[in-house]
């Protein structure tokens, strides 16, 4: 399988978490690529033109990051990323839907705020600023109860909250939301995270 990221992307670092975890990651035929090479082949790949996107030997691709990481997860013959049946597994993969939505506002609140002044909407920075505040209450409240170690839930959430880190979407957040960020500190000491931090 071929599969196509970039360096800071947090879904595609969920990709690249998974398969170090997996043990998976020399299975795959990585393409780093930069934005630019972004914008240029990725929509004959993927129609919506995002990243991570992956090709699998037979030619089928595959997207996005829920759906490249139950696939590398199938191929896993050891500790299950993602519970194959079971109240687990719909726990799992809600808890990876609350990481990606909270990556998804954190790059949504970002992005606007970036905009130039006439154009920069203060009221969608706060509508997505709040959405980052909620996930993150939530978060903190449930991190007692995370998997260690982590499963595709918890993955999504450190991918997530790593990219919110590096853009300092929520300045302080790790003295607001303490238990949260005690466990996103040991979850960083893990190879697949130090191996995947963004550039
Ligand atoms: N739901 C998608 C989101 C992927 C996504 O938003 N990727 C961003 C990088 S973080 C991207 O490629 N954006 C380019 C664009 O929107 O044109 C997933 O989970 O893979």
């Not at 599969?3 to 393409?31: F, H, M």
């Not at 997860?73 to 597994?89: F, Q, T, V, W």
């Not at 909270?102 to 992005?111: D, F, K, N, P």
Request: glycine share 8%; hydrophobic share 40%.
């Amino acid at each position: 399988m071929k599969c196509y990221v970039t360096g800071n992307s947090p879904y595609a670092r969920k990709v690249r978490v998974a398969t170090i975890e997996t043990g998976l990651w020399d299975e795959v035929e990585w393409q780093m690529i930069t934005r630019e090479q972004r914008a240029e082949m990725i929509p004959g790949i993927n129609p919506l033109g995002k990243v991570p996107v992956a090709i699998l030997d037979s030619g089928d691709v595959l997207y996005d990051s829920p759906v490249i990481c139950a696939y590398v997860d199938s191929l896993n013959a050891g500790r299950k990323l993602i519970p194959e049946a079971g109240p687990a597994r719909w726990l799992v993969l809600t808890l990876e839907a609350l990481g990606d939505g909270l990556g998804e506002a954190v790059i949504a609140a970002s992005q606007e705020d970036q905009r130039p002044g006439e154009k920069r909407s203060q009221g969608v920075v706060d509508r997505q600023k709040g959405k980052v505040t909620s996930a993150l209450t939530v978060l903190d409240a449930a991190a007692a109860d995370f998997n260690v170690p982590p499963l595709m839930g918890e993955i999504a959430v450190a991918c997530a909250l790593g990219y919110m880190e590096f853009r300092d979407v929520v300045p302080g957040w790790r003295e607001t939301y303490a238990n949260l960020a005690d466990w996103y500190t040991a979850i960083l000491k893990r190879r697949s995270f130090i191996q995947t931090a963004p550039d």
